[in-house]
């Protein structure tokens, strides 16, 4: 059995790595209620403008738009969206573990533009090609990091080096729970249907979308990173807070086994005493 001192030191060890883990979900919780409140102040206004596009999409037109162009898929392309730090729980083996098996099932070359260093770090390693790479967010992502990332693919779209893009996040349920989802971005695909309103068009239905479509794929990767940020922060309050129960936990059991030894050391000093005083006898 270790010594009292030696207990008493992992004891206190692990004491101070409690105080960190219990900050740290603090800190989480905070950054979550923020996190949080972007993504449903984003959904609305994500929605509003998918809606708009149907509508302006379903008017036949004689111009032939860049990014509704559909074509023979010959390599495909992935925008995945991971953290820059760990510590956050299952939430970026999920996405990378998604993001692999449907990379491996695909019969055609495949492209990654990885948003996050921690699926660039795992896919680095790989024989995937990264076609370009987002890191340093931050805690609060904006809208022009946003259009910088719907330029780049935009730009690898249009000019034919993928032609297929799809997006891998994580959709933000609650602070305990989220799930990784595909969704295609490029093509942007036309709505079936008869659309229910009728729109009278200024400047011009060709003029709209031109403006519209690239304003709609900057507006769903911002949505979706905003989803994505708040997924990790909520899984790293959940881990830290898990990890601050454990180390309680520990704490506990190591004081007992301390106590134990110390009983230990005083009955084996009592037995020596004993015995001596028997022995003068």
Not at 188 to 198: L, R, T, V, W, Y
Request: glycine share 6%; net charge positive.
């Amino acid at each position: 059995m270790a010594g009292v001192r030696d207990i008493r030191r992992r004891i206190r060890s692990v004491r101070n790595t409690q105080q960190i883990t219990k900050a740290m979900k603090m800190v989480a919780a905070a950054n979550l209620r923020k996190a949080q409140g972007k993504v449903v102040a984003a959904r609305p206004y994500a929605r509003q403008l998918q809606e708009v596009l149907s509508r302006v999409a379903q008017v036949q037109t004689d111009k032939k738009h860049p990014l509704l162009e559909k074509r023979t898929v010959s390599k495909a392309g992935y925008i995945l969206i991971t953290s820059d730090r760990g510590l956050c729980g299952g939430y970026n083996a999920n996405l990378i573990r998604k993001t692999s098996s449907i990379i491996a099932e695909q019969t055609v070359a495949t492209g990654l533009v990885p948003v996050g260093r921690k699926g660039r770090d795992f896919f680095r390693r790989g024989k995937v090609e990264i076609m370009a790479e987002f890191t340093g967010l931050g805690n609060n992502p904006d809208y022009t990091q946003a259009r910088e990332i719907a330029v780049e693919v935009m730009r690898l779209y249009q000019e034919g080096a993928l032609d297929e893009v799809y997006l891998v996040y994580s959709e933000f349920i609650s602070a305990i729970n989220s799930r990784p989802l595909i969704i295609k971005l490029l093509p942007i695909e036309k709505p079936e249907g008869k659309a229910g309103k009728q729109y009278i068009f200024e400047p011009s239905p060709d003029d709209i979308l031109t403006r519209l479509l690239p304003k709609y794929v900057e507006t769903l990767i911002y949505s979706k990173i905003l989803e994505g940020k708040a997924s990790e922060v909520g899984a790293r309050m959940t881990a830290m807070s898990s990890a601050t129960d454990n180390a309680k936990e520990l704490i506990d059991r190591l004081t007992l086994i301390m106590n134990r030894a110390r009983q230990a050391a005083i009955t084996k000093e009592i037995t020596e005493i004993v015995g001596g005083a028997a022995a003068l006898e």
